[in-house]
């Protein structure tokens, strides 16, 4: 059973700074692209960046600059750092890993979700 587990998730005041990380554990051959999403109250769950296995990141306009994405292959875990926080970054933060459980079968898995709170 694969599992994606969340950490780092808190309460900051605006201009601070979060740093998530999200480890996949369980039985797998190997993980490939990696994301870090968001849902805000009332909000449908959004893209914030993005990192292939070779570790291209790509990021949501509003967060280019402020946040950064990184990996970790050895490790299988992926980071999410979260400088210059703003009030509208408030939300529940989910991770999703593109996993290979065994040759030919792909699969995507999520996180249980962090919520992260800036407060003005």
């Known amino acids: 059973q694969v599992q994606l587990v969340e950490s780092g998730g808190g309460l900051v005041e605006a201009g601070g700074s979060l740093r998530l990380s999200c480890a996949a554990s369980?039985?797998?051959?190997?993980?490939?692209?990696m994301a870090w999403y968001r849902q805000a109250p009332g909000k449908q769950r959004e893209l914030v960046a993005s990192i292939t296995r070779a570790g291209a990141p790509n990021y949501e306009d509003s967060v280019k600059g402020r946040f950064t994405i990184s990996r970790d292959n050895v490790k299988n875990t992926v980071y999410l750092q979260m400088d210059s926080l703003k009030p509208e970054d408030t939300a529940v933060y989910y991770c999703?890993?593109?996993?290979?459980?065994?040759?030919?079968?792909?699969?995507?898995?999520w996180g249980q979700g962090t919520q992260v709170t800036v407060s003005s």
């Open positions: 369980g039985r797998f051959r190997n993980v490939n692209a």
């Open positions: 999703k890993a593109f996993i290979s459980e065994r040759l030919g079968r792909f699969s995507d898995y």
